[in-house]
């Protein structure tokens, strides 16, 4: 990867668009220049790039002819606006929304479970990225896919991160009223958050399933390049600031014991946290936040597959590190500029 490109990341002061600029910068992406990009006006803000103080752009009056890649991460209502400008104008899109994640056109794309179906794309400018909460999912299932995925039942445990940052201060501020024994302002959730659960997370269609469930149920089997399995899942909100949880039970079709699964998740590069011999021997969100790994712990064999429970920091390693392992791939099969 020695050419040098130049990079837009739209959404640029939200969690995930500075994690964005955090691992580009930490993995020494080849930019010879990157742009900070958001909605609204920043005249005279900046946004971190390693040591470095971007000039923030205005999202409107930003000319995207200008770069090779574009790095969209501001939500689906700014990609449905601007991302056919950047396209137009020339930019190869890597997009973090749900626009485009089911569209047939374009490829949905995590690299350590479906990165070489980029090669059966001839023509290609606009790469979409899954839900945060779908992607260290399917990098645990791909690892167990030797033995035949044939139903996947998950819960989600969801950090309000997820949410982003007023939600993030729904929950410092309600923490805080409760100790001082003051009425919580409830405002990003429909209920309190703090010291609670909330089992619903987006709308709620006519079959009573929410529209993360609906995400996850959707995008997961078109990830593994299996239209035909069973997903259910229950995603929940938890009163934590970063992390998401996930507890997975898989049916396989070959027998599969759990000293060979911890084998073929950490062969795939998942960290095993796994030691019933200590109370401590469990991964928890507390020790995922702030890197990039996918933790696993209490794995053990069920009467027709496996059942373990898997941490991540969803900004990090769920959303930003995608996009930023995508924009490798794509540079690396020289299909940028």
């Known amino acids: 990867m020695s050419r040098k490109i130049t990079v837009a990341v739209v959404g640029a002061t939200n969690l995930v668009g500075q994690a964005v600029l955090d691992l580009l910068a930490e993995r020494q992406f080849p930019a010879s220049r990157v742009f900070a990009v958001d909605v609204g006006d920043h005249e005279g803000e900046t946004a971190s790039y390693g040591n470095l103080a971007l000039e923030l752009h205005g999202l409107d009056d930003f ?81 167990l896919d030797s033995h035949g995925l044939e139903r996947v039942s998950v819960s989600t445990y969801q950090s309000v991160s997820g949410s982003g940052q007023q939600a993030m201060e729904e929950l410092a501020n309600q923490t805080t009223a409760l100790f001082n024994q003051r009425e919580s302002e409830i405002e990003v959730y429909p209920k309190r958050i703090a010291f609670n659960l909330l089992p619903v997370i987006g709308d709620i269609d006519a079959d009573g399933v929410s529209e993360e469930e609906r995400s996850v149920m959707q995008e997961l089997p078109r990830l593994l390049g299996k239209p035909e399995l069973s997903v259910d899942v229950t995603c929940v909100r938890v009163p934590v600031f970063f992390g998401h949880a996930w507890s997975v039970q898989v049916d396989t079709a070959t027998p599969l014991d759990a000293d060979r699964a911890r084998k073929l998740l950490a062969a795939a590069g998942l960290h095993i946290v796994d030691d019933a011999s200590r109370p401590d021997g469990f991964a928890t969100p507390m020790e995922v936040a702030g890197n990039e790994q996918l933790w696993v712990s209490r794995v053990r064999s069920t009467r027709h597959g496996l059942a373990f429970w898997l941490v991540a920091d969803n900004v990090r390693a769920g959303a930003a590190l995608n996009a930023v392992r995508v924009a490798e791939l794509l540079l690396q099969e020289g299909r940028l500029g």
């Open 63 to 143: 000319a995207f002819d200008q770069v090779d890649l574009a790095i969209f991460v501001a939500g689906s209502d700014v990609s449905r606006s601007h991302v056919a400008e950047a396209g137009k104008a020339g930019a190869n899109v890597i997009d973090f929304s749900g626009v485009f994640r089911l569209d047939e056109e374009v490829p949905l794309i995590v690299p350590e479970v479906n990165g070489s179906t980029l090669a059966d794309w001839e023509s290609l400018s606009l790469v979409s990225l899954p839900n945060c909460t779908v992607t260290p999912l399917a990098r645990a299932l791909k690892a």
